[in-house]
C-alpha cells in the first residue's frame, strides 16, 4: 500500500484543528466561526510548531467551491445595485491611498521599519504581488510577509466582530434557493476552471475564485443554474480557508513573530478605522448597509472577506467585486509609491 504523502498528512492535522477551533468558537458564539475559529486554532497550532499544510490541489479546490458560492448570490438586486458601484468604488479608491500612507508612516516611526520596507508592508493587500516586488527592490522579504501574514488573520478576525458590533443582520442572498442539479455542477466546474486557468494566464489576481464565481453567476442570471451548493460542503471550504490563514506561520521564530504581531495589530487598527469611515460615507451614496460596505472595503483576502460575506449573508457579489476592484488598484498603485518612496 502507497503510503500517503507528508503535506498530505499535516493537511489533515490542520483540518483537524481547524475543526476543532471551528466548534469551539461556534460553541461561544464568536461571528463567523467557521472561519474564524479555524484561522485562530491553526496559528497557534503552527507557532507552537506542529506541521499544518494546505496542499495548493485542496487549496484550489477550496477556492473554486467559494467561487461558485458568490455566484450563485447573484440576484437582480444585487444587478440592480450595481448601478451605483463607481460611487462605492471612487470613496474605496481613498480609503486604500489613506490606509497606505497611514500605515507606512507608522511603521516607519514606530517600528523604525525601512521606507521601502514599511511600504509594502503597509501596502493593504495583493500579497504574492508584494512579495515579488520585495524580492526585486531589495525590502526585507520575511518582516513583509510576516506583517502581510498578521494582517491578514487579525482582520479575519476582527471584521466579523465589527460586522456583529453593527448589528446588521444577514440579506435575502441566505434565502433557501434549493441546492444545483448535478447537471448544473457538471457545466459550472469545468467552464470555472478553464476560466480560471485564462485569468491566471492573464496574471489577474484570485484567478481560480473569480473564473468559478463569473461562471456561476452567469448561470444564476441566466436561470441555466439556479440554486446553491449544500450548507455542509460551503461549511467545510470554509473550516479549510481558515485552516490556510493558519498556516501562515509555520516556521516562523517566535521573536520575529512578536514584532510583527504588533505591526500588524497597528496596520490592522488603521485599515479597520479607515474602512469604517469610508463604509459610513459609501452607505449613505449607495444605500446599502455600512456592515456591507465594511466587508467591501476592509482589505483582507479577496477569497477570505468573500467568504466571511457569505456565511454574514451580506452581499458576498457586492463585496467579491470590491475586493478585485482593490487588488488591481493596488497594481497601479504600489509601483507609483515604490517610485516614490526611491525617490524619498
Known sequence: MQAIHPDWQAAAVALVIGSAGAALFWV????????????????????????????????????????????????????????????????????????????LIALERIFRFDRMTAMLSATPGHLSYVLSLSTDIGADVPRVALVQSMRVLLLTLVVPVLVAVWGVEGTSQLADRGMIAPLGLAVIFPLGIALGWLFKRLKIPAALLLGAMAVSAVGQGADLTPGALPAWVIGAAFIAMGSLIGTRFVGVDRAVLANAFLAGLVCTFIACGVAALGAVLASELVGLPPAVLLLAFAPGGVEVMAAIAIETGLEPAFVAAHHVFRLLALTVIVPVMVVWARRG
Not at 503552527?46 to 440576484?75: E, H, K, N, W, Y
Open 28 to 103: 461561544i458564539g464568536f461571528p463567523a466561526a467557521l472561519l474564524t475559529g479555524p484561522a485562530s486554532a491553526v496559528s497557534i497550532a503552527t507557532i507552537m510548531g506542529v506541521r499544518c499544510v494546505i496542499p495548493p490541489a485542496l487549496r484550489d479546490g477550496v477556492f473554486l467551491l467559494i467561487g461558485v458560492s458568490i455566484g450563485s448570490t447573484v440576484t437582480p438586486e444585487v444587478i440592480a445595485t450595481a448601478m451605483a458601484w463607481p460611487l462605492s468604488l471612487a470613496v474605496l479608491l481613498v480609503t486604500l491611498v489613506l490606509v497606505l500612507i497611514l500605515a
